[in-house]
């Protein structure tokens, strides 16, 4: 019996073991497999063996849920259009799956299948591509990753400057390819060459592409002829002549200027006249005796019998110096404690220096500081104060007290008389302008008198300090002067009227002459041009000028010397303020006994003052007259010429006038080379420029 048992148990165990051959055998997928991985079952899919490929069970089938015409799958995501009524969809297309047991099989079954099995195979695998990975050639089982596409920029049109190009990106491996990229155009490379203009030939400007070759071209206009004129000035009896040559390319014209003919005027003395050139001083006429009428006066050149006709001669007091300023010789009338500073060039014994004002750093420089009591006696500290406004060296002080640190020379009196008065001389030496870039610097020094501490009287001048001689100063000077219109003309001698002196002062205080008819305006204006219209309105309302008491302005009245240094003296008592005040001559102190600080109110009536004495007193002070050892009679009631005109306004500009030499150019054939003002109308007329001050103070212009 127990080896019956064995038996069946050895025949049961082969029956098992066909069994699981021939299983095996019917799966064409399993035949490496003893253990199955299954992948869970899809909509469309059974479960499948991720290792030989055998399939368990059926595929889920889809389940549709409608939305309106349209059905989709809650579990793929898979759509279909119902149409219609959307009941008619049916939740899955594929029938339901049978019951399956609750857990997967992992074995072979025990059940023979009934389909032919086929042959057990190693896997042979085919090399991994881009898009695949190593793949068995006889089942189709993978291996590893697909190798991914190694994609390399090609370039398959190039850019041009004026089209674009575009690549494509090739795979290295398997030759696909995917979407093109553009490269932008180029754009052009201009290289530039010039061909110079001439002066009377246009140039141009090529432009060509370093790549393609486009070119362009642009057209350079002629630079026409840059003319540099030199005058020879003709004379009363010889032509003189233009000559205007270019600068580039020498062109030349000459332009001939007709001799000018003497100018013929009446010179007489007490027994003759006879006739001069006023330009050349050329006797062109006999003399003649005079020729009396019953008034005793001459006919021909209005001499009478017996008026002198020789200058008057300066007046000389008892020690032999020349009167200063006559109608305040005594000045008994001075009530108050004064004060007056002036400045002059150290060892200048002319004092023929073109403009008093201007110095250099390192240069002597002398201050008056004049002082008087003209009031009540003072028993109290008086003190005489120099205010010096740089860093200086003091050379002379003249008794008095330095301190560097307030930059000032102080003298102190224990009390005051009535009368006393007295002239302290200081001598410095300027050492800086304040700034090492600084060229030049204009200063104005003062003069103060105290008693016990208030200030009595004050008194200012106005000094330019440049850094050099001969060195450029960083500043610029404009024309405030202008020749006829179409005439080419400046009529030196010729008195200035009103209006002309009108646009002068707008010209040289900067004041802007857009003035309509206003409470500014004159009834006579209209005899006059839109120009001066304007500028007489503009200079109204800034305060330069009034009209006469019937209302009139009287443009063509000439101007005098006295009511033009008027209107300087009052604008810088405006602009300048205290210390520049114009005081009455009987408030003013007399000032110094200098030969250049002598001059005359008229030629006949010495001390008769004239309404325009304490302006011209402001101007003296400040060195802003004409009066030298060789002119010394201000005359105040005489018309003022164009040419004095241009001097006044240089000493009020702090202006030297023009260094004239035998190449200067003179723009005006009606100016000779030889008037006395010639560097002051060449000052007052040349184009903008900067400019350097030589040792004898004139000015040269650094175009």
Known sequence: MKTLNIKFAVFALFLCLVAVFTYANTEAQAAVCVVHTYSAATCTEPKTCTKCGATYGVALGHNFVVNGDTATCSRCGATRHVGGDPTTVPVKTTPAPTAEPTTEPTTVPTTVPTTPAPTVHVHTFADATCEKPKTCTKCGATEGKALGHNYKDTVVEEATCTAAGKTVSKC??????????????????????????TCTTAGKKVEKCSRCGDTKETAIAALGHNYKTTTTTATCTTAGKKVEKCSRCGDTKETAIPALGHKECIVFNSEYHW??????????????EHKYNDKDICKVCGYKRNDPVDPIDPIVESDGELIVEPWMKVNEELNKLAVSLRSEPFED???????????????????????????????????????????CTVVSKDEGTVSKKNGTITWTFDGMNKGDEGTKVVVVKYDSLGSSKATFKRVTPSATISVDGKQKDISSVINLIIKDFDEEINDEHDPYMYGDKGTETFRPDDTITRAEGALVLTRIFGISTAYTASEFDFPDLDETYVEARRAIRAARAYGLITGYPDGTFKPNSTMTIGEFMTIIARQIEEDEGEGFEIKDENESIKIYKDKTRVYYISDKEMYDAHWAAQYA????????????????????????TRAEVAQLVNFYLLRAPAKVTRTTLIRFPDVSRNHKLIGDIIEATRETHTYSINEDGKEIAEY
């Open 275 to 288: 006739k001069e050139c006023e330009r050349c001083n050329k006797v062109i006429s006999d003399k003649e």
């Open 172 to 197: 290295e491996r398997c030759g696909k390819t995917k979407e093109a990229t553009t490269i932008p155009a180029l754009g052009h490379d201009y290289k530039t060459t010039t061909v110079s203009a």
């Open 349 to 391: 014994e002319d004092n023929d220096r073109a403009n008093k004002n201007i110095y250099v750093l390192g240069e002597k420089v002398t201050y008056y500081v004049d002082y008087k009591n003209g009031g009540k006696k003072i028993d109290g500290d008086v003190k005489l104060v120099l205010n010096l406004p740089l860093s």
């Open 617 to 640: 007193t402001l101007l003296c002070r400040l060195n802003m007259t004409p009066v030298r050892a060789k002119e010394t009679n201000l005359r105040l009631g005489n018309a003022i």
